[in-house]
């Protein structure tokens, strides 16, 4: 299997190939889509899954109180 690599813009869902690359031709190839998201793409990411670490569980604090273990943490200093 070889790679190739290179930019292009996707107009009507074409992908056109570039000439030095007209050797493929008539092949089936397989098709890797890379693209940089738009910041509306980004807000609207962020909306949707939103941001909330309140159901994160850190099992290494599990036994500690968090709190606390802030507080000791603070008084090494």
Do not use: C
Request: proline content about 3%.
């Amino acid at each position: 299997m070889h790679a190739i690599e290179f930019e292009t813009d996707i107009q009507n869902g074409v992908v056109k190939i570039p000439d030095e690359y007209g050797h493929l031709k008539n092949r089936h190839a397989r098709i890797v889509v890379l693209y940089e998201n738009t910041a509306e793409e980004l807000s609207a990411s962020v909306k949707q899954v939103g941001i909330d670490f309140a159901t994160v569980k850190a099992p290494s604090l599990a036994s500690h109180d968090g709190v606390e273990y802030q507080r000791k943490q603070r008084d090494e200093w």
